[in-house]
Nanobody, 126 residues
């Protein structure tokens, strides 16, 4: 079965940086569309960044939420089957639970994320 395990969350001051990791098993991240989502208390879940499969015609195309563009970077390490989210210049509004996800199909932008991690908490103080 597919399992995704996030790590790297924590408490950081505004302006600081964190790198989130998502270790995958049961499915290769290179052959799948992957993404990071976040959910703040009382808010709807939001897609933060998405990365196309290497085999997709887009050739690793990325999508970012406008609120994080220029500050966050999604990437993958195919040898370790791990997805990363590098977060720089963090703001208090970035606070929330961050989840990695893997899409079932080949639609781009993906909408059919069938596999999810347990989430990791990110808290940014003012």
């Amino acid at each position: 079965q597919v399992q995704l395990v996030e790590s790297g969350g924590g408490l950081v001051q505004a302006g600081g940086s964190l790198r989130l990791s998502c270790a995958a098993s049961g499915r290769t991240v290179s052959g799948s569309h992957v993404a990071w989502f976040r959910q703040a208390p009382g808010k709807e879940q939001e897609v933060v960044a998405a990365l196309a499969a290497l085999t997709w015609w887009g050739g690793g195309q990325t999508n970012y939420a406008s609120s994080v563009k220029g500050r966050f970077t999604i990437s993958r390490d195919n040898a370790n089957n791990t997805v990363y989210l590098q977060m720089n210049s963090l703001k208090p509004e970035d606070t929330g639970v961050y989840y990695c996800a893997v899409a079932q199909g080949s639609n781009w932008p993906p909408y059919d994320y069938h596999y999810w991690g347990q989430g990791t908490q990110v808290t940014v103080s003012s």
